[in-house]
Nanobody, 115 residues
Framework: QVQLVGSGGGLVQPGGSLRLSCAAS????????MGWHRQAPGKQLELVARITRGGTIAYADSVKGRFTISRDNAKNTVYLQMNSLKPVDTAVYYC?????????WGQGTQVTVSS
């Protein structure tokens, strides 16, 4: 059973930074891709960033130039570095891992951007 443990959320002022981590219970090379989604209050879940096994990266337009997704294969961990945070980035952030047939989800970590 795959487990994903997300961490690193918190309260930050506008313009600040946070780094989210997603630790997998097994080798992340077993996944086709990993990524981060977020869900703000009253809104739908949206893709924030995604990195494939081969290293292809994609970002939502709203975070391009501010967020960076990366991975550490030795630690089986994927990171989301978030800079220049805005109040609109406030949401619960979920990491996910895709196989060919299934998507696993982490438990979510709250990010609140407020002065």
């Amino acid at each position: 059973q795959v487990q994903l443990v997300g961490s690193g959320g918190g309260l930050v002022q506008p313009g600040g930074s946070l780094r989210l981590s997603c630790a997998a219970s097994g080798s992340i090379f077993s996944f086709v891709a990993m990524g981060w989604h977020r869900q703000a209050p009253g809104k739908q879940l949206e893709l924030v960033a995604r990195i494939t096994r081969g290293g292809t990266i994609a970002y939502a337009d709203s975070v391009k130039g501010r967020f960076t997704i990366s991975r550490d294969n030795a630690k089986n961990t994927v990171y989301l570095q978030m800079n220049s945070l805005k109040p609109v980035d406030t949401a619960v952030y979920y990491c996910n891992a895709d196989t060919e047939t299934y998507t696993y989800w982490g438990q979510g970590t709250q990010v609140t951007v407020s002065s």
